[in-house]
Structures are given as structure tokens and as C-alpha cells.
């Protein structure tokens, strides 16, 4: 199983990119992993919000592929414990052989479109979090959940 993060906008911030970067290197050592980056609109302020995320849904399906199990980063979406989430990763590399698409949208979220596609939703935090900084803290999920199915010492209980 291939994993992929799929994001709207590029990360901007000097810090958190070099964070972002050193977890990418690190779960490439665990599974095949890749950061896709969608270009933020242009004129976005010119565009409502439902034409806005309607343009980036676009986008975003346009990046998936017909095999793709799409998850979305959502507030909606179910939460998990750091333990959990290592087993929900667990049991989409034993039962996918498909790519998993990890989605983080735009500043106003999914077009209809885009939910319709998703297999399913998940929640990092019930707080709001910057786009940039979602992007950071999946990273090192991703990578403690690697750490936990290997039995390695990462994660503390």
C-alpha cells in the first residue's frame, strides 16, 4: 500500500515545512509515502465561498485515481487515539492494495463533490487547527502509527 497527502496550498512556513520534511523522510522508511501539493487558487478572494471550494474540489478530484481509497481530514470525521489510529492504518495496509489518499482541503473545506468521492472521514482534533499546521501534525501521526505496528519505541503508553 501506497500512502498520500493531498493538500490545497503549499506550506509556507519555513518551520513547519523543515518539520513536515524530516517525518516525510522518516515514513519513507516504513511505507511508500508522498506529499502532493494542489496550487491555492488565484483571485480566491475574488470567488464565494461554494464557487471557491467547488474550484478546489475540482482540483482534488482531479489528483485522485479511480482505485484511490480517499480519506478526508474533517471535522466531522471520527477521532481516534494516537493507538487507534496506528490499527486503522494496520488494517488498511492488510485489506488495500490501492493507494490511500489522505485529503486536506482549502480554508472553507469540501465541495459536495469531494465528500461524495471519500470513503471515509477522520477528525486530528476537535479544536481548529491552520491548514499548514494540520499537515505537520498528520505527519508525525503517520509516523507514530508506523512506530507503533513495528513495536518500536516512539510511542509512549
Do not use: W
Not at 482540483?59 to 471520527?78: A, Q, R, S, T
Not at 482534533?125 to 499548514?132: C, E, K, R
Amino acid at each position: 500500500m501506497k500512502i498520500k497527502l493531498l493538500m490545497v496550498g503549499k506550506t509556507t512556513e519555513s518551520q513547519l515545512a523543515e518539520l513536515i520534511e524530516g517525518y516525510t523522510s522518516r515514513l519513507k522508511h516504513y511505507i511508500g509515502f508522498e506529499l502532493v501539493v494542489i496550487p491555492e487558487l488565484k483571485n480566491a478572494k475574488s470567488l464565494s465561498v461554494e464557487l471557491q471550494k467547488e474550484k478546489e474540489g475540482e482540483l482534488i478530484l482531479g489528483k485522485l485515481e479511480n482505485p484511490d481509497h480517499v480519506v478526508l481530514l474533517d471535522e466531522k470525521g471520527k477521532q481516534f487515539t494516537s493507538v487507534r489510529f496506528s490499527e486503522y492504518i494496520s488494517n488498511l495496509m492488510l485489506t488495500s492494495n490501492k493507494c490511500t489518499v489522505f485529503v486536506i482541503g482549502g480554508p472553507y473545506g469540501f465541495s459536495e463533490q469531494v465528500y461524495k468521492r471519500a470513503n471515509s472521514m477522520i477528525s486530528l482534533s476537535s479544536m481548529t487547527f491552520s491548514h499548514q499546521m494540520i499537515r505537520l501534525l498528520f505527519v508525525e501521526q503517520l509516523y507514530r502509527a508506523m512506530t507503533i505496528i513495528k513495536g518500536e519505541p516512539y510511542h509512549h503508553e
